[in-house]
């Protein structure tokens, strides 16, 4: 496979991350293209990985940039997975944030076994408000 390349706040089309959650297998609203591209304009870090001019990866977060950050998404098309993208995704988050921000996630039941191998500590003192829809 070719490089990937990694792009900081890079402008991305609704329809394209679309794509990308579909084709990785995370649950997101993806009959909603406004929804979508709501939560990216409102997001104040996003990380995408593309290969060849197309979008395979992407990572939405959102921080103070001084004590914690929300990692909101990070998907990367079935594909491409095992080939380092999401570590390559949670590592450029990380350098922007800093050793002094936290990042914390809400992991799906299917992922679970996947943040421990690229360094995440699974934590027991968290709570949840869930949306409604």
Same mark, same amino acid.
């Given at each position: 496979? $070719?490089?990937?390349?990694?792009?900081?706040?890079?402008?991305?089309?609704? $329809?394209?991350?679309?794509?990308?959650?579909?084709?990785? =297998?995370?649950?997101?609203? @993806?009959?909603?293209?406004?929804? !979508?591209?709501?939560? *990216?304009?409102?997001?104040?870090?996003? #990380? $995408?990985?593309?290969?060849?001019?197309?979008?395979? +990866?992407?990572?939405?977060?959102? @921080?103070? *940039? $001084?004590?914690?950050?929300?990692?909101?998404?990070?998907?990367?098309?079935? @594909?491409?997975?095992?080939? +380092? #993208? =999401?570590? +390559?995704? !949670?590592?450029?988050?990380?350098?922007?944030?800093?050793?002094?921000?936290?990042?914390?996630?809400?992991?799906?039941?299917?992922?679970?076994?996947?943040?421990?191998?690229? =360094? *995440?500590?699974? #934590?027991?003192?968290?709570?949840?408000?869930?949306? !409604?829809?």
């Amino acid at each position: 496979m $070719s490089a990937i390349e990694y792009r900081h706040n890079y402008p991305l089309d609704a $329809s394209a991350v679309v794509l990308v959650f579909e084709a990785s =297998g995370i649950r997101r609203p @993806t009959q909603d293209l406004a929804r !979508i591209e709501r939560m *990216f304009s409102n997001a104040n870090l996003v #990380i $995408s990985a593309w290969h060849e001019n197309r979008l395979v +990866g992407v990572c939405r977060a959102l @921080t103070d *940039f $001084s004590y914690c950050c929300y990692l909101s998404d990070l998907a990367v098309d079935k @594909t491409f997975q095992h080939h +380092g #993208i =999401g570590r +390559g995704l !949670i590592d450029r988050v990380r350098a922007v944030i800093g050793d002094e921000v936290a990042l914390i996630l809400l992991s799906a039941p299917e992922a679970m076994e996947y943040y421990p191998r690229v =360094g *995440f500590e699974k #934590i027991e003192n968290g709570y949840i408000i869930k949306r !409604i829809r």
